[in-house]
């Protein structure tokens, strides 16, 4: 079954065409990567797939549904380029408050806080993180209701190495479908399996990271291959 369809969807800022004609689908599962150069329309792909950004053109479907129901709402999780968690707010109590909306037990609070270490901050208010901290926060937020779709632009920003290593791992273990859109090659050959690569709004090539390594020639690395695809799009 497929979780994430878009087909021929088209999206314009002004006179700007961010998405031009773009069609893909995810099958449930599916643990894929969106890359693209700067400006190629990730960041809006992931929007309209969550509902924050209307297409001109096209249809999108989160398994059958459209995006930014309700219901769709309760089984994704979006974790925006630049995530800002309730300011005001300390750790824990933005992860009470996302808890009580999202109808999850509150024993889940305390294993968010474990799970991505962020009890020593839990009395910090959240505008007075760092901002690796606030990237934790933010994606504990997302992850609280253990999410079935879960979609997330740039996770690994600020973190610093250990963390990356830890989220990887806690994404690893998650049995969620995953769109996830990066510049960082090692994100997606370590969380995905499948890549979507786009430019200026349309998909220029899709397959499995395998089949995007055997392109590279001899010793050429998977990022030289990447970079001469998006050069001659
Ligand atoms: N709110 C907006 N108003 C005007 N133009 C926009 C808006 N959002 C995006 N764009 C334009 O749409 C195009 C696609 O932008 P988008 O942010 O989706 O690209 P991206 O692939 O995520 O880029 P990057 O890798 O640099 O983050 C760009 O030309 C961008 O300038």
Redesign the pocket.
């Known amino acids: 079954m497929e979780c994430i369809s878009l087909r021929n969807v088209v999206?314009r800022?002004?006179s700007?065409i961010?998405?031009n004609n773009l069609s893909f689908t995810i099958p449930c599962d599916g643990r894929f990567a969106l890359l693209?150069?700067?400006?190629?329309?990730?960041?809006?792909?992931?929007?309209i797939l969550a509902g924050l950004l209307k297409p001109d053109y096209g249809e999108v479907e989160i398994m059958g549904m459209k995006p930014g129901t309700k219901e769709v709402k309760r089984f994704l999780g979006y974790l925006p380029?630049d995530p800002m968690p309730y300011r005001i707010l300390t750790v824990r109590e933005n992860l009470e408050y996302i808890a009580s909306l999202r109808g999850v037990k509150k024993e889940r609070v305390d294993e968010m806080l474990d799970l991505l270490d962020l009890r020593q901050y839990e009395r910090v208010q959240a505008g007075k993180l760092s901002r690796g901290n606030q990237q934790k926060l933010s994606l504990a937020l997302i992850l609280i209701h253990n999410p079935k779709i879960i979609l997330l632009?740039?996770p690994l920003n600020y973190l610093d190495i250990p963390t990356q290593e830890k989220v990887i791992n806690v994404l690893r273990d998650m049995k969620s479908t995953f769109l996830i859109?990066t510049?960082i090659m090692s994100i997606a050959t370590r969380l995905t399996d499948h890549v979507i690569i786009?430019s200026r709004?349309t998909v220029i090539w899709q397959g499995s990271i395998d089949e995007l390594r055997a392109l590279g020639r001899e010793d050429e690395t998977i990022e030289s291959v990447v970079a001469r695809m998006m050069r001659n799009a």
């Open positions: 999206k800022f002004g700007i961010a998405l693209g150069p700067n400006g190629a329309g990730k960041s809006t792909t992931m929007k380029e632009d740039e859109s510049h786009i709004g």
